[in-house]
């Protein structure tokens, strides 16, 4: 299995990025997919997911303006970024996590806010 994300780049404060992670290979059940964010000098952190039933979570900081979506037929999790703050600059990482090969991380893609 692997994972391409894809989507990020530099985007002014109250920009928008959307970000796309597709898994290949020998798919099979899915649980939840999610994505992280680590920013330089901390720890990863849970952004948001989204379970098989469509039930999300969300960072408190992030609630309102990010949305988590998939599209089941093409194996895709989405983050849409909006009012995007320079509180936000971090390299986002997806991640898959199925119920028989356990979790899977996509290589990340690194998210500039800045004017």
């Known amino acids: 299995v692997q994972l391409q994300a894809s989507g990020g780049g530099l985007v002014q404060p109250g920009g928008s990025l959307r970000l796309s992670c597709a898994a290949s290979?020998?798919?099979?059940?899915?649980?939840?997919m999610g994505w992280y964010r680590q920013a330089p000098g901390k720890q990863r952190e849970l952004v948001a997911t989204i379970t098989n039933s469509d039930v999300t979570n969300y960072k408190d900081s992030v609630k309102g303006r990010f949305t988590i979506s998939k599209d089941n037929a093409k194996n895709t999790v989405y983050l849409q970024m909006n009012s995007l703050k320079p509180e936000d600059t971090a390299v986002y990482y997806c991640n898959f996590n199925f119920v028989i090969l356990g979790k899977f991380w996509g290589q990340g893609t690194l998210v500039t806010v800045s004017s």
């Open positions: 290979g020998r798919i099979f059940s899915i649980k939840d």
